[in-house]
């Protein structure tokens, strides 16, 4: 695999942020249209709403008025449904936020600065001081995304050159087709079974906590 090795000397470029990948358009109509949607039935149900609340003095509109409403409500379902269908792939890989298990009633406050657009004054603030510092000591960001590529295409050429098939020598491993071997890691076997059905009455929940070597991997590489 060839490389162009790490520069530590090459000359500044400015940070900027790519988000052309960022279909807003294509959210925006979809936004647009679950909006107008929700308009629609808060309308309708509105109008039911009043008449139970007061069915004396407002009578329930007509059956062409509901008609209709139904009608235009079909026609924008059929639009979101086309949408939706059209833009599978795009929806698939986009994180709504927030979730529908977030608290809006208890934390309603947090979630208003969360989906805040403007940045709060003091986020204004340190903004400003990091583009200073910026411009003053002639810093470098995108040395650090040359530095991280450049350090895992070399760690992938170095795993390139070893073959990793477990963790046993070739004794070990003809040890463990005879019969004595095979003997020993059943023992070995069932001694860890023991050993996780007493983890799991004492865990919370019964869940069974992660194997050493799951730990190590999480914190070598990030996965479990």
């Given amino acids: ?6 520069n530590p000397n090459s000359p500044s470029v400015p940070f900027q942020g790519d988000f052309s990948q960022i279909p807003y358009d294509v959210l925006e109509s979809i936004r647009n249209r679950l909006n ?30 509901f008609q209709n409403q139904f009608q235009v409500l079909i026609t924008q379902l059929t639009s979101i ?12 890989n986009t994180n709504v936020y927030p979730t529908p298990a ?14 805040r657009k403007k940045a709060a004054p003091e986020v204004d603030e340190w903004i400003n001081e990091s583009k200073s510092m910026l411009a003053t000591k002639n810093l470098n960001l995108a040395k650090d995304d040359e530095l991280i590529t450049w350090c895992l295409a070399t760690i992938q050429d170095l795993r390139d050159e070893f073959q990793f098939y477990g963790f046993h020598t070739v004794d070990e491993l003809d040890y463990m ?17 023991e050993r996780d059905q007493a983890e799991l009455k004492i865990t919370s929940g019964g869940k069974k906590g992660l194997h050493p070597n799951q730990v ?9």
Wanted: a positive charge.
């Fill in 1 to 6: 695999m060839s490389q162009t090795p790490f």
């Fill in 36 to 65: 107008q949607i929700r308009q629609s039935l808060a309308k309708l149900a509105e109008q039911i709403n009043s008449h139970n609340r007061h069915p004396n003095k407002i009578k329930l509109p007509t059956y062409l008025h």
């Fill in 81 to 92: 449904a086309s949408q939706l269908y059209n833009n599978e792939d795009l929806l698939k």
């Fill in 102 to 115: 977030f608290p809006t009633s208890a934390h309603e406050n947090m979630l208003t600065t969360l989906l």
């Fill in 177 to 193: 087709e005879t019969p004595e071997g095979k003997q020993e890691a059943k023992e070995k076997k069932d001694k860890e079974h």
């Fill in 216 to 224: 190590l991997k999480f914190m070598c590489q990030g996965q479990i």
